[in-house]
């Protein structure tokens, strides 16, 4: 029976005082209430300052309570080397993470991730048994002009191309349409989402690990998105900053597919 995927990044927020007491908190939940984490599976991107700290106060991979998982927002495709600025997979597993997120839009836009940098950095991550959780999502004038699906399916196909069946089994995707993230963003209606959703279920069927949704994700809507039933779970940003939010969509998981999603 497959969890529902229900994750958090942090981007570029939290100081290690706050971090250490989201990560406490959630801890304690997770213990007190383990219900929280028998539909979902819950998982947690610091940034790198904190992850240790938030690696400490949850415990080593195998003992975090609720089988929380951790990740890194980026990293490197070498191991090791002079990369000014940047940590590698080894590092960030080495540091607690088990999930590197990989090509998320503001790295695209900002920091000129490519998808030929996607596909070397989804290569390093399954190198050193982490998950790559791909994002990919279109622009709104490429939505506009009715190009979304081939638009993020070129995205996906292009970061995993190559791939084994048992490599692609590990990759976690998330549709995150640019237009609909952040606070700039616009929520999407469900219909929005369908197509592409369904283009990306179509292309890579049960073959991946699974298959997530992001941008503007709410309490307010999350049972809607919950509904979709190509959805394997939720990928949030500002809904989860504070650990209530969290855990208020962690209660919200719906029951497990038992045949995972239908392809
Ligand atoms: P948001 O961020 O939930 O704050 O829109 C989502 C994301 O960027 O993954």
Not at 204 to 223: R, T
Request: aromatic residues 8%.
């Amino acid at each position: 029976m497959k969890k529902y995927w229900i994750g958090t990044s942090w981007k570029m927020n939290f100081t290690l005082d706050e971090a250490i007491s989201y990560a406490k908190g959630l801890a304690f939940a997770l213990t007190a209430e383990p219900e929280l984490a028998v539909r979902a599976q819950p998982f947690v991107i610091p940034p790198m300052t904190a992850l240790v700290s938030v690696s400490q106060e949850l415990g080593a991979r195998s003992e975090r309570p609720g089988g929380l998982k951790l990740g890194v927002q980026n990293a490197h495709w070498e191991d090791s080397g002079a990369w000014t600025g940047e940590i590698s997979v080894p590092q960030a597993v080495d540091a607690g993470a088990e999930i590197v997120e990989i090509g998320h839009s503001e790295r695209r836009e900002f920091f000129n991730e490519t998808i030929r940098t996607t596909r070397l950095k989804v290569l390093a991550a399954l190198r050193h048994s982490a998950i790559p959780l791909l994002c990919v999502g279109e622009p709104l004038e490429v939505r506009d002009r009715g190009g979304a699906a081939e638009y993020i399916l070129s995205q996906a196909a292009g970061a995993l191309r190559g791939l084994s069946a048992a490599q692609l089994n590990a990759v976690l995707i998330a549709y995150e349409p640019i237009w609909a993230i952040g606070s700039t963003g616009r929520p999407a209606e469900v219909y929005e989402l369908e197509e592409p959703l369904r283009a990306l279920r179509e292309h890579f069927g049960n073959g991946i690990q699974g298959l997530l949704y992001g941008g503007s994700v709410s309490l307010g809507n999350a049972q809607e998105l919950m509904a979709i039933d190509i959805l394997d779970g939720l990928f949030v940003g500002r809904a989860a900053w504070t650990l209530e939010g969290y855990l208020e969509l962690l209660r919200a998981a719906p029951a497990p597919r038992v045949t995972g999603a239908s392809s």
